[in-house]
Each structure stands twice: as structure tokens, then as C-alpha cells.
């Protein structure tokens, strides 16, 4: 039976931090702990022990930000429905998270 995993843009752990252990002399970015998407890998199949594994990654040009999926040698242009729609969601297997500085 296949989840469903809600694939967040942006991820805050400022809630989770000891603040007492990151001390005064952490820069503000550190302290509120916001993270953004940048990829999210997928696993495509039926069961665990078989499938195919693909991965989108968010690319940053000129301010703007688009979507990629890299299937092997193939790289194919992907919409943020693509990305964070119903569809994605089941089949999302790992979420990566960068800095938001």
C-alpha cells in the first residue's frame, strides 16, 4: 500500500533548536532555522525491493526558480504541479532541504 507524503516548500526548525546551545554569537539565518526545497527524489514501482528511482531539482537562474527531473541521461523541464501536486506526493521517497539565507 502506497503513503502519502506532503512535500512542504519551505521547512522551519527554529522550534527545535537549543538556542542556550547555538550561543549569542550565531547569526540570525542559524537561529530561525528555515529551509527550502531543492529536490525531492522519487521512487517509482511497486514494491521496495523493485522500481526506478528519478529526482527533481530546483535551479535558481536569474532570480527565478524552475523545476528539472533527471531520469538517467534524460532531463526533462517540470511544473511546480508536477512537483508538489497529488501525484508527486505518493511518490516521494527522500526530501532534501537547503539553507533559506
Not at 36 to 42: E, F, I, K, W, Y
Not at 69 to 86: I, P
Request: proline share 2%; hydrophobic share 40%.
Amino acid at each position: 500500500q502506497k503513503g502519502r507524503v506532503e512535500v512542504p516548500r519551505t521547512l522551519g526548525l527554529g522550534a527545535y533548536l537549543d538556542m542556550d546551545a547555538i550561543g549569542q554569537e550565531a547569526d540570525v539565518n542559524a537561529k530561525k532555522a528555515q529551509y527550502q526545497l531543492r529536490s525531492v527524489v522519487h521512487h517509482l514501482g511497486t514494491h521496495a525491493s523493485c522500481g526506478h528511482y528519478v529526482t527533481d531539482v530546483a535551479v535558481d537562474v536569474d532570480g527565478k526558480r524552475t523545476w528539472t527531473r533527471f531520469n538517467d541521461a534524460m532531463a526533462t523541464v517540470r511544473s511546480e504541479e508536477d512537483v508538489f501536486g497529488e501525484k508527486a506526493q505518493e511518490s516521494a521517497y527522500m526530501l532534501l532541504y537547503e539553507p533559506i539565507v
